[in-house]
């Protein structure tokens, strides 16, 4: 049978009480928190910017793939990572304001791609990228039309 203090260190209740932070230093540490989470979302948007700027040019065909989301895992996103900051790109060309939002976290990410996944989808965009023949194939030139 485990003692009381057996079972206080099972649960951490015991080991948390030797971790417990002073105020001075656990106000450092979330500052730099903050500080890591707005250069990640600097970084992220100018992914954003970035990966749209690959989907309208349509970069990613003179890399032999069909879709930015085959680039992506190319390049080392996944599939969807690649498609939702590529979204975001889109909805920041619509709302610019977005960016601030983003970055003093007033919106997710997500949501922002959500705003350009439906302007893209009001215009029609999104089915038309679907249906494009794969690089070489009838109307592209064989190193892929931009």
Known sequence: MLSDRGVRLMFGMEISRQFELDKQTSQQLEAELG??????????LREAHTLREVE?????????????AEYGEKIGYS?????MLAAVGRA???????????????????EAAAW????DGASGAGSQREREPPPGGPGHAAQGAP
Not at 35 to 44: N, P, T, Y
Not at 56 to 68: A, D, F, I, K
Not at 92 to 110: G, Q, V, Y
């Open 79 to 83: 599939g969807e990572e690649a498609e």
């Open 116 to 119: 350009g996944r439906a302007a």
């Open 35 to 44: 500080a890591l989470l707005f250069g990640l979302r600097c970084s992220q």
């Open 92 to 110: 920041l060309e619509l709302r610019p304001a977005l960016r601030e939002e983003i970055l003093t976290r007033k919106i997710l990410l997500e």
């Open 56 to 68: 309208r040019s349509r970069h990613y065909r003179r890399r032999g793939c069909r879709s930015l």
